[in-house]
């Protein structure tokens, strides 16, 4: 169980410029979630993908975020024209049915956003 | 408006002390869990409740969920400085179809050797 995994781990960009993160998931996983992280807070829901249909977008996600999960397996998520208030931390995690019928979460270690 | 509240925000306390943390909201969960944070790194999970009343332990960690699945607390004996990060409840709404977290404000802890 090699983990989930995010990359890039740091990213610093220009005001104005597109970025795209990419997630791969827990092999055998089936459910993906992005979420985003600011200074002192707790994550905040983004999106989620049960293999490849995005099933649910929060009012987060203004019209510049778009995240996609082409083969049910990796994901990306992708900010057009960024601005400073996407600094963040966005967090992906994976999850599958437990034996008791519920999902346990996983994350990767996040990738640092930072617009300048 | 905070679903999740947890208290307190920021524990700062001695190597060996015992501390609790706890996780208030007004809403029913159907499952929470509880995590720890590093900086710069992204939240692990400790434990899973889902059984109002539960209690489960790892280790020196105590998890409690409320009989009413509204609250919860993490109880910790002799702490050590290991411990010390960012601990999350993050709950469940419903079980059917999205399972998204919402997280907790979090509370950072600090064991001071």
């Known amino acids: 169980d090699t983990g989930v995994s995010q990359d890039p781990r740091h990213k610093i960009t220009k005001r104005g410029q597109n970025v795209t993160f990419r997630c791969d998931p827990i092999?055998?996983?089936?459910?993906l979630y992005w979420y985003r992280q600011t200074l002192g807070q707790g994550p905040e829901f983004l999106t989620y993908?049960?293999?490849?249909?995005?099933?649910?977008k929060s009012r987060l996600l203004s019209d510049r975020f778009s995240a996609e999960r082409p083969k049910g397996s990796f994901s990306t998520l992708e900010i057009q024209r960024t601005e400073q208030g996407d600094s963040a931390m966005y967090l992906c995690?994976?999850?599958?049915?437990?034996?008791?019928?519920?999902?346990?979460?996983?994350f990767g270690p996040g990738t640092r956003l930072t617009v300048t | 408006t905070q679903l999740l509240e947890q208290s307190p925000q920021f524990l700062s306390i001695q190597e060996g002390e015992n501390l609790t943390v706890y996780c208030n909201s007004s809403?029913?969960?159907?499952?929470l869990q509880w995590y720890r944070q590093e900086p710069g790194e992204g939240p692990v999970l400790l434990v899973t409740?889902?059984?109002?009343?539960e209690v489960k332990k790892l280790k020196r960690l105590t998890f409690q969920f409320g009989d009413a699945r509204k609250d919860s607390s993490l109880h910790i004996t002799a702490a050590q400085p290991g411990d010390t990060g960012l601990y999350l409840c993050?709950?469940?709404?419903?079980?059917?179809?999205?399972?998204?977290?919402?997280f907790g404000t979090g509370t950072r802890l600090t064991i001071i050797p």
């Open positions: 995690a994976s999850s599958r049915t437990t034996t008791g019928g519920w999902y346990e979460q996983y």
């Open positions: 092999s055998e996983h089936n459910r």
């Open positions: 993908f049960q293999n490849e249909a995005q099933l649910e």
């Open positions: 809403s029913v969960f159907s499952s």
């Open positions: 409740v889902v059984t109002g009343g």
């Open positions: 993050a709950g469940v709404i419903s079980n059917f179809g999205n399972e998204k977290l919402t």
